[in-house]
């Protein structure tokens, strides 16, 4: 009888730890990411063909990413409600359906509008993709599945570089498209191999949650993003509205923070009178999940915006391509990709807020060895061996700190913990790009400023000729046709084209350095993680 119990027992194991649902969750990942990367990699092509400013389809991809955001935690609930499995299919083929609208866009309308479309169903998607994991693997499987999930992303980007970069130009950015769709139709067949997750009939979806969330995340989504265009205090021309001469993106923010705050006294609100939640508190039951919350934002605060100031430095002091920036990057996202895939591997070792600490420590590391050794010749090896330590400490901490989350919940809120993990990201990359983007362009402008001082050759009767109210990153080629329009003599450019090469190197410099400091800050939460995966206790 032992003999036959224990046979039973390995059979539905085995039933259990199918990776088939792995699969369709990887690929489903990519599907999503690889659509986003393949805009930014098809843009010059994208921009010629529907006759629309590259900046639109900067706009395109951030209405996509703000409705994703906006309704991740009522997808979320929409998917627990009508059964996890139905919802994510429906949203599959929503999704092919969107790109492949895009690959037959014949304007810019219907690009904005297939790509909308798809931000909103991957809200329905992302939750869907942490049900599945959590309602079939558990222990060392799913930290193991969590870490493929979050490789993926990265794994999206390398692919978009080489494949929609060679399509864009050979046979044209519209096939990229099409094999996205290709794809959603495969996952779709995929999905109908592994076993529906129950509906949860009797959950009631609160509305008024839902909305107030999405008007919360939309404020502060459109006050960051226009922190640089529109004015980070008082309103440049560009923004379209003022208040007083104050600009309106410090306005929005405030507004989506109380909108916030408001949000979470909602909720506490509705769990003290019993009533159902957009979102359950429970995901955020102690201060365990609170500080893990917190290390995943410092995280992707740190990575999103280092992962935006090292591309802009490339173009615009080494002047390459956006192709040839991103092979210079590949070892970073390389990384990434190789720590999501083994840090499950340390979760037995070590505790979670010792390989949250560890990993800080590496993030500091690199971008100090970045900082320091930085210079005009971005292959340097120190660089890049920079690079690839912040991809690994920055892989391996996005991670631990989903399973964490995930291992710390029930697996009735694996959904919710999904939408909380895909709001922390959104929310979390855009302040990172917008804060540090107005930070370094701020010291750019005051290390322009004391350089300028210190060059009592370009005299200030010059000085007023050059437009400094609007310091930019800007190359050496588009600074000389700016000085050439003024009454400079060819060695006055030189020295301002010398002077505002080291500015923007310093710039980046502190910048980094900040941005260092701010990893070695997050050591002190990191210490609140759980002792051990699964705890979710402050002890």
């Known amino acids: 009888m032992t003999t036959t119990s224990n046979t039973g027992n390995d059979i539905a194991q085995a039933v259990k730890t ?3 649902p792995l699969i369709v969750v990887v690929l489903t990942q990519i599907q999503a990411s690889f659509a986003v990367n393949t805009l930014t990699v098809s843009m010059a092509g ?22 994703m955001a906006a309704f991740i935690l009522l997808g979320a609930k929409i998917g627990a409600r009508f059964g996890t499995r139905r919802v994510f299919q429906i949203a599959v083929v929503i999704h092919a359906l969107a790109m492949a609208t895009i690959a037959a866009s014949q304007s810019p309308l219907m690009l904005f509008v297939a790509q909308a479309a798809s931000g909103a169903v991957i809200a329905l998607i992302a939750p869907a993709l942490v049900v599945f994991i959590s309602s079939n693997y558990s222990g060392p499987q799913q930290a193991k599945a969590i870490g493929y999930l979050a490789a993926a992303i990265p794994a999206a980007g390398v692919l978009a570089l080489l494949i929609a970069g060679t399509f864009a130009s050979t046979i044209g950015w519209r096939w990229s498209f099409v094999l996205i769709a290709a794809l959603g139709a495969v996952n779709l067949l995929l999905s109908f191999r592994f076993k529906p997750v129950p509906a949860q009939k009797e959950l009631s979806i609160d509305i008024v949650g839902a909305l107030l969330a999405a008007a919360s995340i939309i404020l502060l989504s459109f006050g960051f993003s226009g922190l640089t265009s529109w004015g980070a205090f008082l309103a440049t021309p560009n923004a379209p509205f003022d208040v007083l001469g104050i600009s309106p993106a410090p306005i929005l923010i405030l507004l ?32 365990s999940e609170k500080a893990t919350t917190f290390c995943m934002a410092a995280m992707l605060f740190i990575g999103t915006a280092a992962n935006f100031l090292i591309p802009l430095y490339i173009q615009v002091v080494q002047g390459r391509s956006s192709f040839e920036t991103s092979l210079s990057i590949i070892p970073y996202t390389i990384s990434i990709f190789v720590a999501n895939s083994i840090v499950a591997s340390f979760y037995d070792r070590f505790p979670p807020r010792r390989i949250a600490q560890a990993g800080f420590v590496v993030v500091a590391a690199a971008l100090t060895i970045i900082a320091f050794t930085v210079r005009n010749d971005w292959g340097q090896i120190l660089v890049v061996v920079g690079l690839v330590l912040l991809g690994l400490g920055q892989g391996a901490i996005v991670a631990l700190v989903f399973n964490t989350l995930l291992s710390s919940a029930p697996k009735r809120l694996a959904g919710d913990v999904g939408a909380w993990r895909g709001l922390v990201h959104n929310i979390s990359g855009s302040v990172g790009i917008a804060v540090m983007t107005v930070f370094a362009v701020g010291m750019l402008s005051t290390f322009i400023a004391t350089g300028l ?14 437009p400094l109210d609007s310091v930019n990153f800007i190359t050496n080629d588009h600074l000389r046709d700016v000085m050439s329009i003024t009454d400079a003599s060819p060695s006055q450019i030189d020295e301002a084209i010398a002077v505002n090469a080291l500015a923007r190197l310093q710039a980046l410099k502190v910048s980094l350095l900040v941005l260092a400091g701010i990893a070695l800050l997050a050591i002190i939460p990191a210490g609140r993680m759980p002792k051990r995966m699964g705890d979710g206790s402050e002890s």
Do not use: C, N
């Open 453 to 466: 001082a210190g060059h009592p050759s370009i005299p200030p009767e010059l000085q007023v000729q050059i």
């Open 256 to 287: 989506g923070a109380i909108g916030g705050q408001a949000f979470f006294l909602y909720l506490r609100h509705r769990k003290r009178a019993g009533l159902p939640q957009i979102f359950d508190l429970a995901v955020l039951k102690s201060g």
């Open 46 to 67: 994208i921009s010629t063909d529907l006759d629309m400013p590259a900046t639109s389809i900067g706009t395109a991809i951030t209405t996509g990413t703000f409705a």
């Open 18 to 20: 199918s990776w088939l």
